[in-house]
């Protein structure tokens, strides 16, 4: 197996960045390709072999960004159909995201049908302070022959102090960020291994390097074909959606469900997401929100709970990756899941409801909540993958927006589907609870599929001659 | 009971020239308005008129031309395909469907050869239809003996029942299995066993185990019967016994040589073709995905030479094998537990090979399950046509080949302009699930476990 060239590398695809807690999203359109390959030239672009720093830059291009900036067109057409087509402009494509009626492109603000992104530059830093410098360094009093036509502002919604200052919870007040992919590496030091990048191959979470960067083999032991072969190296694609949350609206609906079930919201909103609040798993913690289960990720379905009754089939955590219960074999399920997998680095924006973001502390105050508060809050949706088709496309038609996942009648994902109707289904004994008529809270506000270059292949664009 | 099926293959009129399927796909995309909105299911074609028609399609076969070892290319013209799945009788169904749709028939069979024109008696226009179906190499149906009435009072039970439990559970009352099916059970059965198709008992493990090596058998018998009948003739005619031995293995090890010469020829040719431009799948992504189901047309050109046509054959004779002894009692072809028909049909004579079938979910999903479930079984009929990726002893490599055979299968379809189902909304899972339940509930046998029927709602 080869080992991951971590210098080339851009830092977001492998690390997390969780101690830069401020991050801003610009989005851009290239204007003057030649000062544009300038600037690029001179962005100090980190990479994941990076540590100890307390900013962060990378960036991401677009099909049209890759080809304003002079890319050949015999590079161009062997990137994936999901990039040259884009995310929002295609009538199937719309149908397989759920981006129709409220979510539709056309409403967007950003990324739709008329709004052209040529690429995105992220920056992170742990201060607010932090990033204003960096953006001040590297966008203004310079020709950087390109245009910023948004920035997305994003902070991680911090758990506390101390450890748990680094545990980030999305709005709705759940734990977010939990499960993610490990990447199987050869050359694994036990220091890239303590740090959580890679691990050798063979455990249930770990999944081929090729699944998230190009040049690699994949889970089916070849490379990726989506993007060219030099351009490609070390790269992957970025899918970047804006997804706005109605936090109060989620809950006053649960709080209702809830009541006419005769279980606790808490539990209710538990057993939709899989997890407690704290992120505690169902599987593990089945009645109660358990300190100490926080940060677990390393359990299965199969022989804990092969009927659903803990952590319902339907709940999001089990849709978005069902682990070893997908199909009837647990070694098979495993190894479907892993060709669907994603790296997440979403990080939410606007300001919480309520702060601690605690459901069981601020559900009490719902209703002054829901009058007083203002504003709009989501998540800045951002995950990598080397097929988007096959990964992110997949599990969000697939096993997210899917009524008919594994063998329901309708029943779409309860948190993150974009579609009203259909049942949540609880199975257990003497029979499933439902609840019916269910409702989305989230609204899709933008989004873009990127390509992330490798280190090197920016350069290669960045010198590129017309 | 359920799931016949025809497949009306017909020439489209050389008179008009080339380009004449160009003018046919015109006159279905008048007859199916919907073509330009995709997001409707509503149809021109009046299919639910007929009764016990479980799906239909009409799908247009562009032409196109295929190699021969002497002499020229040889053209293959452009044809329509009429296909249907339906319960009952052949004639039962042209006729309610000539009944239900004489004049769009006759606006998109004026572009055909031979259609007896718009004049012509009802009789004539049946006779013309079932004249022109060709069998199937394979055809196979997800839940056996299932009909169209059967799919829908089986999911009105299950509706029915599901809505008086909700009610009962929101009252909040401490309740157990029991207690649910005493109130629940409806009496008399709401349908009685009589309406149900027979019951296909899935087969446990074990039996599966044992199916599968029934079938092994099944398929190695002629090879075996042919070994000892040239070891035998060697034998007779005087030859030693090692040497007939050695002309028992020897037709087998010939025809494996031949193959593996082929797969060898096949791969040095892919090799030296260029990487194709990308091309635009849109025409036929447009109607994904509208509801849960999604159709499939699919046409290759069979490779050329005697030894691939051999090949084939034995295939599809062992495909069939495979389906009777194994996948029926599994509920799944190939492990596909989301198709609820799929065909294989031969067209030319042989020289293309039209592949049509009627799905749950996207694509993306159901190609997966090719590639990661059933990548032996349909690399061994595929890789006899043209352009499928590399493949060595007729199961390796092929379809395993993720990008690559995604790539071929969205290159080799064909679009589907008017498509029809039943019961858009229902999967398999859903349909097997509801006749469960129906079967457990018209049982005549002792009440059965209440927990299990009401573990179906």
């Known amino acids: ?466 | 009971m359920g799931g016949s099926t025809l497949t009306i293959v017909t020439l489209v009129r050389a008179a008009d020239g080339p380009g004449g399927a160009g003018r046919l796909r015109a006159a279905l995309a008048v007859v199916q308005e919907n073509t330009a909105r995709p997001s409707s299911l509503a149809h021109a074609i009046a299919f639910h008129r007929v009764k016990g028609l479980h799906f239909a399609r009409f799908t247009v076969v562009e032409e196109g031309e295929t190699q021969r070892l002497f002499g020229p290319k040889k053209y293959l013209p452009a044809e329509l395909v009429l296909s249907l799945v339906f319960d009952g009788t052949k004639a039962d169904c042209v006729e309610q469907l000539i009944l239900a749709a004489r004049r769009e028939l006759d606006i998109i069979y004026a572009s055909c050869e031979g259609y007896p024109g718009s004049k012509a008696e009802a009789p004539a226009v049946r006779d013309y239809f079932i004249s022109h179906d060709v069998r199937p190499l394979v055809f196979y149906q997800g839940v056996e003996g299932m009909t169209v009435s059967a799919v829908e009072t089986t999911a009105a039970l299950r509706d029915e029942l599901r809505a008086r439990l909700d009610a009962r559970l929101h009252r909040g009352t401490a309740e157990t299995a029991a207690s649910l099916g005493r109130a629940l059970r409806p009496r008399p059965p709401i349908i009685a066993a009589a309406d149900l198709p027979p019951p296909v008992p899935l087969a446990s493990e074990r039996e599966l185990r044992l199916r599968i090596l029934a079938w092994i058998l099944v398929v190695a018998a002629p090879f075996i019967l042919l070994a000892l009948l040239t070891g035998l003739t060697a034998s007779a005619l005087g030859a030693s016994e090692d040497w007939s031995i050695a002309a028992g293995f020897a037709p087998i090890v010939f025809l494996f040589a031949l193959l593996v010469l082929h797969e060898a020829a096949d791969a040095r040719a892919l090799a030296r073709q260029a990487k194709p431009r990308p091309r635009d799948f849109s025409r036929v992504r447009i109607v994904e995905d509208v509801a849960v189901q999604n159709a499939l047309s699919h046409c290759v050109v069979v490779k050329p030479g005697i030894v691939r046509r051999l090949v084939l054959r034995i295939v599809f004779w062992a495909v069939r094998q495979k389906v009777s002894i194994i996948e029926r009692h599994r509920g799944s072809l190939g492990g596909i537990a989301s198709i609820h028909f799929a065909r294989w049909v031969p067209l030319d004579g042989g020289d293309r090979l039209l592949f049509l079938s009627d799905y749950d979910g996207s694509w993306e999903s159901y190609l997966a399950e090719f590639v990661d479930r059933a990548s032996t079984g349909l690399s061994s009929i595929w890789s006899n046509t043209v352009g499928f990726p590399e493949t060595w002893l007729l199961v390796f490599k092929g379809a395993r080949d993720e990008g690559g055979f995604k790539k071929w299968t969205r290159d080799k379809q064909i679009e589907t302009p008017i498509w029809y189902s039943a019961y858009p909304h229902r999967t398999v899972a859903n349909i097997r699930n509801d006749l469960r339940l129906s079967q457990l509930l018209a049982s005549d046998k002792p009440t059965p476990e209440d927990a299990a029927w009401l573990g179906l709602l």
């Open chain 1, 1 to 466: 197996m080869i080992a991951i060239a971590f210098d080339d590398v851009q830092g977001i695809i492998l690390r997390g960045y969780k101690e830069l807690i401020f991050a801003r999203f610009v989005l851009f359109g290239v204007s003057d390709a030649e000062a544009a390959r300038t600037w690029l030239a001179g962005l100090p672009l980190t990479a994941a072999s990076e540590r100890d720093h307390d900013t962060a830059i990378n960036i991401a291009l677009t099909w049209s960004g890759l080809q304003a900036l002079g890319v050949p067109s015999g590079d161009l057409d062997q990137f994936a159909p999901e990039l040259r087509e884009g995310m929002s402009k295609d009538p199937q494509r719309q149908r397989a995201l759920g981006d129709i009626g409220k979510h539709a492109p056309d409403n967007w603000q950003w990324g739709g049908p008329s709004d052209a992104v040529d690429g995105v530059l992220l920056l992170y830093a742990t201060t607010r302070e932090k990033l204003a410098l960096l953006e001040a360094r590297f966008l203004e009093g310079q020709n950087t022959g390109v245009s910023i036509s948004r920035k997305l502002e994003s902070r991680a919604l911090q758990e506390g102090s101390g450890l748990r200052q680094f545990w980030f919870r999305e709005h709705f007040g759940f734990r977010d960020g939990v499960a993610q992919p490990r990447i199987a590496s050869g050359a694994a030091t036990s220091q890239e291994q303590r740090r959580g990048i890679t691990r050798p191959a063979g455990d249930a979470n770990t999944v081929a390097p090729g699944e998230f960067l190009f040049g690699y083999a994949n889970e089916y032991g070849k490379e990726a074909d989506g993007a060219p072969a030099g351009l490609g190296q070390n790269g992957s694609f970025l899918v970047m959606r804006q997804i706005e949350q109605d936090v109060c609206g989620f809950w006053q609906f649960v709080r209702d469900k809830a009541h006419k079930l005769d279980v606790s919201p808490v539990l209710l909103a538990s057993k939709m997401v899989g997890r407690w609040p704290n992120g505690a798993p169902l599987v593990h913690a089945p009645r109660e929100e358990t300190a100490g289960l926080e940060q677990f990720d390393s359990f299965g379905y199969a022989v804990r709970d092969p009927d659903g009754h803990a952590c319902p089939f339907g709940a999001h955590i089990r849709r978005a990756n069902p682990r070893d219960t997908l199909v009837t074999g647990e070694r098979e399920s495993v190894q479907i899941t892993k060709t669907h997998r994603l790296i997440r680095r979403g990080r939410s924006y606007g300001e919480p409801i309520h702060e601690p973001l605690d459901p069981s502390v601020f559900l009490p105050k719902l209703d002054a909540l829901a009058s007083a508060v203002a504003g709009e809050r989501g998540l800045h949706f951002l995950c990598f993958n080397t097929s988007i088709q096959r990964q992110f496309e997949f599990v969000q038609q697939t096993w997210i927006n899917s009524p008919k996942f594994r063998g329901h009648h309708d029943s779409s994902d309860p948190i993150t589907s974009p579609f009203d109707g259909g049942a949540f289904e609880m199975p257990g004994i003497p029979a499933q609870r439902r609840v019916t008529d269910m409702k989305s809270f989230i609204r899709v506000r933008g989004g873009a599929y990127f390509f992330m270059p490798g280190i090197r292949a920016l350069r290669t664009i960045a010198d590129l001659r017309p």
